[in-house]
């Protein structure tokens, strides 16, 4: 046995005066070279590596009387030679060893790098779903978005300059488009979807009967549409279903073709199953089914509309021919455009067309703009977390650098070189940083797990799909890298440049002159910047959720409940519905301690359909003057029980009924719109796709009908007798204090079982609905600055302590020349008011200018908001001087004759 070990003697004196890493990294070496070279080389190597530390040690013994004490603990071995894979190897146990012997600091940065990389990876998880995914579909980026343009105000601002398009146009875009190879149109709608006798609210796609062929993805199961199912008047009833709604709705059967279910009342047969991962062409839209588009034609309120070229209900997306590009397609559907515009100029002749690409835009357009600009927001807020925690682990290892540089001098010493030291060095920080970096992976998963279960009020009440994919690994590896390179190699570089006969006559003193703590300090700056940045960001949002809670919705919440119902599954006529209406109305107000009630199409702020409107002239509608609204149809209660003013003319009355000459009462913006400065009361105009004249009766002020953020929309109300909807919202108010929401709901189910009951909720709770994103991302960047602040308050206390350390001759010095404790203790705490002011200035010019981006989700708070700047600074000044009051307290009770005498 004894030929497979070192010799005893030089094993014995290595235990005996060599430190225990040491003695492992030698009984390491030992073995790799008894492999590699034999037993007679290995031991020599053991022999000659044993006696250099030794002599190493016993120079620093015999130094001056005035060399302090220094400990070989942590010496490790540095021998030249070997492969680069022994050498590797070699020095990642060492650093292995290393995160053993000293587990509070390493579990610091692990811990700190773990949640910073886990966090700022899971927001570009989001990020990268809503905006860089593609499409899973054949060739993706030859698909382009098809939308109709208008001048008018009212559709830019329910749609963002992106409006949906009418079937007919589609069908005269996807015949005479050249640069096109395939064109369908879709329409999501909500419908009432029975199975197995379980009646339940879903999220449908009305759809061309080629929509699975343009899109190039192939059936999972069964078959897609065939082209006699997509004619107008066809009386097939079949659907394709997705594959969430196969396993959850069928547990998979492998039969489900052979199933049918009733939608809206009508028997429906599968007659396909989509692909696992396919959830159509929007994030913010994920139907359970998808369904010819003649079925839509069926709807009472919707009749008719599929072949009326007024009724843009569609979107639609088209894929581009072989070899054509974007911009040869975009000029092709001008030209379309500019045609239909000549051939129907009542309805073409203020709208456009316009491509955009949806390769990598699953998220609709019309939303774009406000999910790019908050998730980017909490995204740049998570990297400046990773940036602020990035610095405070670089400060950490330059501390942990200063208090290695006596080892680090005694390997230089046995013969280790600078490049090597550095190489093992930034080997052991890259290893804290690598077990940072896996910790992250698993706070990701954790988080995003957690994404992928919360309905997206925004995104339809839908989850986000943010499963991980090789993107967002990448990015997790590449972020992990980059910040153990950027943030690792500068203290490795440091550590390396120990002066050897310095260090080991005067300690740590070599590096802990006023070059160190310019980086010291250079890192606090940085740190404090940063977090000016992440805890202005945070507040301007609290500013911006607080004043939105004072806006004006155009209707009073307190009191006020809704319950919505849908008829057509029952089967009711628009005549039966009418009746329907009015006996639910009956049983409502019938319920104790409910003063009205009221019946209207849309909830407030909800998305909604848009009609088109014109105003007449000597008989006949002028279509260059025409807006897109928010059509609202109504009862005659639902002024007092919205709680709508009325600033002129008059509302609904029971007279107005079907019979009765048309009438509606518009809004401030729909009266400027049409009539400029003129009273609209008198006026008559055209609404709908059926163009139904109506005679202006009423003037109320301008709402918040679909956001809380969006510019004045011009909307109309109708009297529901007129405009009869199969699909409304049940209005009542308490006549004092809570509403009995419940009882409401049973006396609505009362009035007849088989009509679905469905989201009966308190109207408070829709405006909390509309505020969910801002809530959303306040608490999201909330957490983030804390996060922030706390990292900072731990760097400016490793500062003030390092410092003290550093100066503690100096410190000694002054008070035993007559200096007080309480100036030692002003002159520290002063230091840290320097940096904070520096890093405030610096912090407030950057967030100024990185804040601008988010100023349209702040309702009216400015993006440089000077109480939030304020508070900001004075919060991060009170935070810094507490987190150095400890270390300078410290600082002045130094005992100056023990100080003196450790120096000495």
């Known amino acids: 046995m004894s030929s497979h070990r070192p010799p005893r003697w030089a094993r014995a004196l290595a235990h005996r005066f060599l430190p225990d890493d040491v003695v492992g990294d030698l009984q390491e070496g030992w073995a790799a070279r008894l492999d590699a070279l034999g037993a007679r080389a290995a031991s020599r190597w053991y022999v000659t590596q044993t006696l250099r530390h030794l002599g190493a040690l016993r120079s620093r013994t015999s130094d001056s009387e005035h060399t302090h004490p220094v400990s070989t603990r942590g010496a490790s071995p540095v021998v030249k030679g070997g492969s680069l894979v022994d050498r590797t190897r070699q020095d990642v146990r060492y650093a292995l060893r290393g995160i053993l012997r000293h587990p509070v600091f390493a579990g610091a940065i692990i811990v700190t790098l773990a949640l910073a990389i886990g966090v700022t990876t899971t927001a570009f998880s989001v990020w990268e779903a809503l905006f860089l995914r593609s499409l899973p579909v054949e060739a993706p980026h030859e698909l382009v978005g098809l939308y109709a343009t208008s001048p008018d105000e009212g559709a830019l601002n329910n749609f963002r300059g992106y409006m949906p398009i009418s079937h007919p146009t589609m069908d005269d875009v996807r015949d005479r488009a050249e640069t ?89 047969e599968i007659v396909g199953v989509a692909p696992a991962g396919f959830h159509g062409t929007e994030a913010n839209n994920v139907p359970a089914m998808w369904l010819p588009a003649p079925l839509f034609a069926d709807h009472p309120s919707w009749g008719g509309f599929l072949d009326n070229r007024s009724a843009q209900f569609f979107f639609s997306v088209a894929r581009l021919a072989p070899g054509r590009t974007l911009d040869q397609a975009s000029q092709e559907v001008d030209r379309i455009a500019s045609d239909l515009a000549v051939e129907h100029p009542d309805i073409y002749g203020n709208q456009g067309l316009q491509l955009v690409p949806t390769a990598a835009a699953t998220v609709a357009p019309s939303l774009r703009g406000t999910l790019f600009g908050s998730t980017t927001a909490v995204l740049g807020l998570a990297v400046v977390v990773l940036l602020i925690a990035c610095l405070n682990v670089a400060g950490l290892l330059i501390v942990r650098a200063l208090s290695r540089t006596q080892e680090i001098a005694i390997r230089s010493s046995v013969g280790a070189d600078r490049g090597r030291l550095a190489v093992q060095l930034l080997t052991e ?27 997206t009020p925004l995104l339809g009440g839908n989850p986000l799909n ?208 049409l009539f400029g400065s003129e009273s609209p009361i008198g006026r008559t105009l055209v609404y709908g796709p059926a163009a139904a004249e109506a005679t202006v009766i009423g003037l109320v002020p301008t709402g918040r009908y679909v956001t809380l953020d969006e510019d004045p929309q011009p909307a109309l109300y109708a009297p529901l007798s007129q405009m009869y909807v199969a699909e409304a919202t049940v209005f009542a108010r308490a006549r004092s204090g809570e509403l009995p929401l419940e009882a409401v709901r049973q006396a609505v ?107 349209p989700q702040l309702y009216g708070v400015s993006a440089t908001d000077p109480l939030t700047y304020v508070t900001v600074v004075m919060t991060l000044a009170v935070v810094a001087l507490l987190s150095a009051w400890i270390p300078a307290r410290r600082a002045a009770a130094v005992d100056p004759v023990d100080t003196l005498r450790a120096d000495g």
């Not at 009432?192 to 699975?212: C, I, K, N, P, W």
């Not at 890259?430 to 309905?455: C, E, K, M, N």
């Not at 829709?766 to 999201?780: D, E, H, V």
Request: hydrophobic share 50%.
């Open 429 to 455: 920080t890259t290893v804290l940083f690598g077990l940072g970096g896996l910790g992250a992976v698993f706070v990701s998963v954790w988080a995003q797990d957690a994404i992928s279960g919360i309905p």
């Open 749 to 855: 189910q009362s009035v007849n079982r088989s009509v679905p009951v469905y989201e009966a909720v308190p109207a408070r709770d829709q405006i909390a609905g509309a505020l969910w994103n801002t809530r959303a991302l306040a608490a999201l960047m909330t957490g983030l600055g804390v996060a922030a602040l706390l990292l900072v308050s731990l760097g400016v206390y490793g500062l003030v302590s390092q410092s003290v350390r550093a100066r503690r001759r100096e410190m000694g010095l002054r008070l035993a020349l007559g200096a007080e404790p309480t100036q030692v203790l002003i002159a520290t705490v002063r230091g840290v008011l320097g940096l904070v002011a520096v890093g405030a200035t610096a912090g407030v010019g950057l967030a100024a200018v990185l804040s601008r981006p988010i100023a």
């Open 180 to 268: 096109l190879s395939g064109v369908f149109a879709f329409g999501q709608y909500s419908v009432t979807v029975t199975t197995d006798g379980t009646a339940e609210r879903l999220d449908v796609q009305f759809v061309s009967d080629d929509y699975f062929q343009v899109l190039g993805v192939p059936i999972g199961r069964g078959r897609a549409f065939s082209p006699s199912e997509g004619v107008v008047g066809s009386p097939a009833g079949v659907a394709v279903v997705s594959h969430a709604f196969w396993r959850d709705h069928f547990d998979a059967a492998e039969d489900v073709l052979s199933r049918s279910l009733v939608v809206n009342g009508r028997s429906i």
């Open 466 to 673: 943010v499963e991980p994919n090789l993107a967002v690994v990448a990015f997790a590896l590449a972020l992990t890298m980059l910040a153990a390179l950027g943030f690792g190699l500068a203290p490795a570089l440091r550590a390396s440049r120990a002066d050897v006969s310095l260090t080991l006559r005067g300690g740590t003193r070599s590096l802990g002159g006023r070059r160190s703590a310019v980086v010291r300090n250079g890192l606090v700056v940085a740190q404090l910047t940063l977090s000016i940045v992440a805890l202005v960001g945070a507040g301007l949002f609290l500013r911006g959720l607080d004043r939105a809670g004072t806006l004006s919705v155009g209707f009073e919440a307190e009191g006020m409940g809704m319950v919505s119902v849908e008829l057509v599954a029952a089967g009711y006529t628009p005549e039966s519905g009418r009746v329907y209406y009015r006996e639910v109305l009956d049983a409502v107000r019938a319920v104790p301690g409910v003063q009205s009630a009221a019946v209207g199409q849309w909830r407030p702020l909800s998305f909604s359909a848009l009609l088109p409107v014109a105003k007449t002239a000597e008989g006949f509608a002028d279509p260059t003057v025409r807006s897109f609204v928010r059509a609202d149809a109504v009862t005659p209660d639902y002024l007092e029980t919205v709680g709508l003013e009325l600033d002129a003319g008059r509302w609904f009355r029971e007279s107005d009924g079907e019979e009765s000459p048309g009438v509606v009462v518009v809004n401030r913006r729909l009266s400027e719109s």
